[in-house]
T-cell receptor, first 116, second 112 residues
Framework: EPEVTQTPSHQVTQMGQEVILRCVPI?????FYWYRQILGQKVEFLVS????????KSEIFDDQFSVERPDGSNFTLKIRSTKLEDSAMYFC??????????????FGDGTRLSIL | DQQVKQNSPSLSVQEGRISILNCDYT??????FLWYKKYPAEGPTFLIS?????DKNEDGRFTVFLNKSAKHLSLHIVPSQPGDSAVYFC???????????FGSGTKLNVKP
């Protein structure tokens, strides 16, 4: 069964450094998402992306965050200057169809980001 | 942002019995509801969903019930199996699917 893959599985970065989290969504999917889960807390929406542009973003997704689909397969989340509070599990998800048709999101196994 | 709530952080059930996980929401514009299962060190795995035009959807041992007037949905697992032990998240979305809201999860433990 096709799956969403995320790399790396664990990223350790010094505070203030840039980090790029990578995701390969399922190949025929059209909608892409990033979520995060701080340890012990709920899964929080960050951003959705469709047709090469951001569809919606949360208040968490400030100017330090950006997303990109640099080629036909990868979907990346960049944090420009990491803060301690960015430490979390980051999940990428993709979804098959456009609005109006009920299809679930499929998630990768996440990247654990640890900011030192 | 508490638009989706799971008020029970944990649930323990004997193998073979029914597990009932509950979820409440506040936004009447939600149109699509989902349940995900999550094991440690893995991403959420889609289980079952329901559209707002239905009140029940069944897939094998899993049934989701939606009560729109009460803004409540539930997931029934019957019979429960030890392999069902995991954290279960409910999620909801509006008609444009740009954003999915997640509950805080319920940790289910199915005892052999």
């Amino acid at each position: 069964e096709p799956e969403v893959t995320q790399t790396p599985s664990h990223q350790v970065t010094q505070m203030g450094q840039e980090v790029i989290l990578r995701c390969v969504p399922i190949s025929n999917h059209l909608y892409f998402y990033w979520y995060r889960q701080i340890l012990g807390q709920k899964v929080e929406f960050l951003v959705s992306f469709y047709n090469n542009e951001i569809s919606e973003k949360s208040e968490i997704f400030d100017d330090q965050f950006s997303v990109e689909r640099p080629d036909g397969s990868n979907f990346t989340l960049k944090i420009r200057s990491t803060k301690l509070e960015d430490s979390a599990m980051y999940f990428c998800a993709s979804r098959a169809t456009a609005a109006g048709i009920n299809q679930p999101q499929h998630f990768g196994d996440g990247t654990r980001l640890s900011i030192l | 942002d508490q638009q989706v709530k799971q008020n029970s952080p944990s649930l323990s059930v004997q193998e073979g019995r029914i597990s009932i996980l509950n979820c409440d929401y506040t936004n009447s514009m939600f149109d699509y509801f989902l349940w995900y299962k999550k094991y440690p060190a893995e991403g959420p795995t889609f289980l079952i969903s329901i559209s707002s035009i239905k009140d029940k959807n069944e897939d094998g041992r899993f049934t989701v019930f939606l009560n729109k007037s009460a803004k409540h949905l539930s997931l029934h697992i019957v019979p429960s199996q030890p392999g069902d032990s995991a954290v279960y998240f409910c999620a909801a979305s509006g008609v444009n699917f740009n954003k999915f809201y997640f509950g805080s999860g319920t940790k289910l433990n199915v005892k052999p």
